[in-house]
C-alpha cells in the first residue's frame, strides 16, 4: 500500500506561485510513476504532470509554467506553480503508480483575478 498526503494549496492571486507537495509512505520502492492532476470546477480530471525515471510529462495548458519534481531522499513529489492563472483553479491530487493508481485527497488551488 501506498499513502499520498498534499500540502501547499491556498488562494493567490493572478501571476502568483505556489508549489505543493506529496509526501509519500508505504511500499514506495515499486512506484514507477508519480503525477499531479486537477480537478477544475465542473470538470472532470485532467493529467498536470508526471514524472518516471527522471522523464516529465506536461499538459500543454502548463508547459513553461509548472514543474514537477521528485526528491527521493524525502520521498517527496513537488509541484512548483509559476505565473498562475484564473483557469488554473482546481482541487489538485497528487497521483502514484505501482501496479495499480493511489491518490491522495487533495488539495485546493485558488487563482484570484
Known amino acids: 500500500q501506498v499513502q499520498l498526503l498534499e500540502s501547499g494549496g491556498g488562494l493567490v492571486q493572478t501571476g502568483e506561485s505556489l508549489r505543493l507537495s506529496c509526501e509519500v509512505s508505504?511500499?514506495?520502492?515499486?512506484?514507477?510513476?508519480m503525477g499531479w492532476y486537477r480537478r477544475p470546477p465542473g470538470k472532470q480530471r485532467e493529467l498536470v504532470a508526471s514524472?518516471?525515471?527522471?522523464?516529465?510529462n506536461y499538459a500543454d495548458s502548463v508547459k513553461g509554467r509548472f514543474t514537477i519534481s521528485r526528491h527521493n531522499a524525502k520521498n517527496t513529489v513537488y509541484l512548483q506553480m509559476n505565473s498562475l492563472k484564473p483557469e488554473d483553479t482546481a482541487v489538485y491530487y497528487c497521483?502514484?503508480?505501482?501496479?495499480?493508481?493511489?491518490w491522495g485527497q487533495g488539495t485546493q488551488v485558488t487563482v484570484s483575478s
Open positions: 514524472i518516471r525515471s527522471g522523464t516529465t
Open positions: 497521483n502514484a503508480v505501482d501496479d495499480k493508481p493511489y
Open positions: 508505504g511500499s514506495i520502492f515499486r512506484i514507477n510513476v
